[in-house]
């Protein structure tokens, strides 16, 4: 085997042929086992004829695996996974119009220093791609919980704030007073905010420690 360059990192063009054969073989048992769907503008190819003419002229064309080598430290790879964890598909932020049955969008292009460009793609094709981003069952994006879960965040941190002030003000000047506000507060935060009724801590555990056995599984 010859001298390889100093920047080589894999045989892209073995790794495209490959790459295309195993997902045209992959591809055809899918459509054989029925397991996909055709709409739109590619409804015809439901037809077998007209699917293995796809596959055909698939095969023929050259196809580019783009490959890059490995990420160059974990700050990479949290920037990377950081922009899929917390967001599902797209920002309404990033939405401009919708008429006439298409939609346009802004989005960056990495390759190009992350310029913003704008898109506009039918509607279906729109809501194909967003599809695509969607999570198996059984998978869930990152989620805030306690008192930053969002459905509550704002009323808990504004308790937070107000318990940690009347805590700092005790420290400096005790006050049964206030400490029995405090307490009262510490109290409304335990109710169930649907029927209003005291809510009782069966059990609590720490970050990293297996939870405790449910209560309702003690036969002592």
């Not at 100093?6 to 063009?13: E, K, S």
């Not at 054969?21 to 769907?37: Q, S, T, V, W």
């Amino acid at each position: 085997m010859g001298h390889l360059p100093a920047r080589f990192f894999l045989p892209v063009r073995v790794l495209s042929r490959l790459f295309r054969r195993l997902f045209l073989e992959e591809l055809r048992a899918a459509y054989d086992e029925g397991r996909l769907g055709f709409f739109g503008d590619l409804a015809y190819l439901a037809k077998p004829d007209a699917f293995v003419c796809l596959l055909a002229e698939a095969r023929r064309r050259q196809w580019v695996v783009y490959a890059k080598p490995p990420f160059g430290g974990p700050k990479q790879v949290l920037a990377y996974l950081g922009r899929y964890t917390h967001r599902v598909a797209i920002a309404n932020s990033r939405l401009i119009s919708t008429a006439d049955d298409r939609v346009a969008f802004r989005w960056r292009d990495y390759r190009h220093r992350g310029k913003t460009k704008i898109m506009t793609l039918d509607a279906h094709e729109f809501i194909r791609r967003f599809l695509l981003h969607t999570l198996p069952d059984g998978f869930h994006r990152i989620r805030h919980y306690g008192f930053l879960a969002n459905g509550n965040r704002a009323a808990k941190l504004d308790l937070c704030h107000r318990l940690l002030a009347g805590s700092q003000q005790n420290e400096l000047e005790p006050d049964a007073e206030s400490a029995a506000v405090a307490a009262e507060r510490l109290a409304v935060a335990h109710r169930c905010p649907s029927c209003g009724e005291p809510m009782i801590t069966l059990a609590i555990w720490r970050c990293g420690q297996a939870p405790p056995r449910p209560f309702w599984s003690d036969t002592s």
